[in-house]
């Protein structure tokens, strides 16, 4: 015995599987991009953990809104692991916008170990710092999530 297929109930399957097809190729993504990092004011401090504001140039070249929702990364100033970090708050991040945003982060020092009190001594002796950045950040567009792993490093003239 064959199955036969309902001939109206198969169009419209066809139907809505092209119709999805269309939808998620018009969806297209580019990366959003961290241009630059503009300024970095240290709000709290302490010898276990601090918390700054974070000012960012960011370019979403995407026609729709993205959310940053969450980040976990670790945190090196000269090379020296100074501990981990993480997003406060979501940062959305609007349509097709170049821009500053400012961005709360709170950063766990005493997960770093070792000698981290020399490292600060060593931050507030020099002209210029190397920051690195490195984790994974996760943010959402529409309905869908996304998780991505960047490695960002720039250097800073102390002041």
Same mark, same amino acid.
């Given at each position: 015995?064959? =199955?036969?297929?309902?001939?109206?109930?198969?169009?419209?399957?066809?139907?809505?599987?092209?119709?999805t =097809?269309?939808?998620?190729t018009?969806?297209?993504?580019?990366?959003?991009?961290?241009?630059?990092?503009?300024?970095?004011?240290? $709000?709290?401090?302490?010898?276990?953990?601090?918390?700054?504001?974070?000012?960012?140039?960011?370019?979403?070249?995407?026609?729709?809104?993205?959310?940053?929702?969450?980040?976990?990364?670790?945190?090196?100033?000269?090379?020296?692991? *100074?501990?981990?970090?993480?997003?406060?708050?979501?940062?959305?991040?609007p349509?097709?916008?170049?821009?500053?945003? $400012?961005? $709360?982060?709170?950063?766990?020092?005493?997960?770093?170990?070792?000698?981290?009190?020399?490292?600060?001594?060593?931050?507030? *002796?020099?002209?210029?710092?190397?920051?690195?950045?490195?984790?994974?950040?996760?943010?959402? =567009?529409? *309905?869908?999530?996304?998780?991505?792993?960047?490695?960002?490093?720039?250097?800073?003239?102390?002041?």
């Amino acid at each position: 015995m064959k =199955a036969r297929l309902n001939a109206p109930m198969s169009r419209l399957s066809i139907c809505m599987l092209l119709l999805t =097809a269309m939808t998620l190729t018009s969806c297209g993504y580019e990366d959003v991009e961290v241009k630059e990092i503009r300024n970095v004011e240290v $709000t709290k401090f302490s010898t276990e953990e601090f918390e700054a504001n974070v000012t960012v140039l960011v370019d979403n070249p995407n026609w729709y809104k993205l959310t940053l929702t969450e980040s976990d990364f670790d945190i090196y100033i000269s090379g020296q692991h *100074m501990g981990k970090g993480s997003l406060v708050e979501e940062l959305e991040v609007p349509k097709k916008t170049e821009g500053e945003f $400012t961005v $709360t982060v709170k950063g766990n020092i005493a997960s770093a170990g070792g000698n981290v009190l020399g490292g600060l001594l060593n931050i507030l *002796m020099s002209e210029k710092q190397t920051v690195r950045l490195a984790g994974i950040a996760t943010g959402k =567009a529409m *309905m869908f999530k996304r998780e991505v792993l960047f490695d960002f490093e720039e250097e800073f003239e102390m002041k």
